[in-house]
């Protein structure tokens, strides 16, 4: 009997805390916790950096990567599609709040230049039913 069956789990656990990953192994990386891999990778690459050994992109490399990412996505029409069906409804909107705050400026601005009206005792002097 392995320890998986004496737990009562089908599935292994990495830690107390972790979900039960797929699989039966329990040993590398893949098997660990999304948390626990992130951490060392970060270590890896706080050390890298550290003795100089990290890959830095330069800008020519970054423009190639960047070149060769966006004819990838590109090529999906139905993706550009999508993206450019959602900026058109975002410039839309924007546009109708725009027009919606200039309308209310400018109603703002009308009632604030108008006069107020004040009822002083004098003008109601002459209704019926106040003294």
């Known amino acids: 009997m392995n320890r998986d069956e004496q737990a009562g789990s089908n599935q292994p ?3 107390a805390d ?3 990953r797929s699989g039966t192994s329990r ?6 916790d999304e948390g626990r891999q992130r951490a060392i990778a970060s270590e890896g690459g706080r050390a890298a950096h550290a003795r100089g050994t990290a890959h830095e992109f330069t ?3 970054a423009r ?5 990412g966006g004819e990838a996505v590109s090529q999906n029409r139905e993706h550009m ?4 069906r959602r900026g058109g409804e975002a410039r839309g909107n924007a546009h109708r709040r725009a027009l919606a705050a200039r309308a209310a400026a400018e109603e ?3 009632r604030s230049s ?6 002083s005792d004098s003008s109601r002097m002459g209704t019926p039913g106040r003294e």
Do not use: V
Not at 81 to 84: D, K
Not at 114 to 119: G, H, I, T, V
């Open 81 to 84: 599609a999508e993206i450019g």
């Open 108 to 110: 703002e601005s009308k």
């Open 13 to 15: 656990l990495d830690n």
């Open 27 to 32: 040993r590398g990386f893949a098997s660990m």
């Open 114 to 119: 108008r006069p107020e009206r004040s009822y």
């Open 18 to 20: 972790a979900k039960p």
């Open 64 to 68: 190639e990567a960047g070149r060769k």
């Open 59 to 61: 800008s020519e490399e």
